[in-house]
């Protein structure tokens, strides 16, 4: 549960949830000032809301992303470490922290123009998150070329 008007950490939070840790969570955009009551009526995690009893959100310099990837255990992995980099310097201001985090701000705020709905926005902003790890993961020395590159195939 979270604020309405989902954005970088709104987004990256339920991506990273839904791709690491549950893939069947399901996430609810309230205005702002219903979150703690809400979440307190559904039994409901709130994240990401500036509020000393809410356990998911920023701390100090770091983002709500930055302290899931940590709580979860995920932070061994350089294509996260250099995700949450991405998500940080876009959530705090700082799109100088590493060059793409200017990027993902304005992909998040052309969403947000985009999507009334905030389940909607949150649908398309997962395959926004969905290829960035994969760049990070599979890509990140690779450069604009004229060859064609052709995604493995994944076996079940």
């Given at each position: ?14 991506w ?33 809301v ?5 356990f ?31 998500v ?21 705020l ?12 949150l ?16 890509a990140?020395?690779e ?14």
């Amino acid at each position: 549960m979270t604020r309405a008007r989902p954005k970088v950490d709104r987004i990256g939070c339920p991506w990273l949830i839904r791709r690491f840790v549950d893939p069947q969570a399901r996430f609810l955009f309230v205005p702002a000032a219903d979150v703690l009551t809400v979440a307190r009526e559904l039994g409901a995690a709130p994240f990401d809301v500036a509020h000393e009893d809410v356990f998911w959100s920023h701390r100090g310099e770091r983002c709500t992303f930055d302290l899931m990837v940590d709580e979860f255990g995920l932070g061994d992995f350089p294509a996260m470490d250099y995700l949450a980099a991405i998500v940080r310097g876009a959530d705090t201001a700082r799109p100088d922290l590493v060059p793409e985090a200017a990027g993902l701000l304005a992909v998040s705020l052309g969403l947000s123009r985009m999507y009334a709905d905030d389940i909607a926005q949150l649908d398309a902003g997962m395959l926004v998150y969905d290829a960035l790890y994969r760049w990070c993961r599979d890509a990140r020395g690779e450069a604009h070329d004229w060859t064609s590159h052709k995604p493995r195939e994944v076996r079940a």
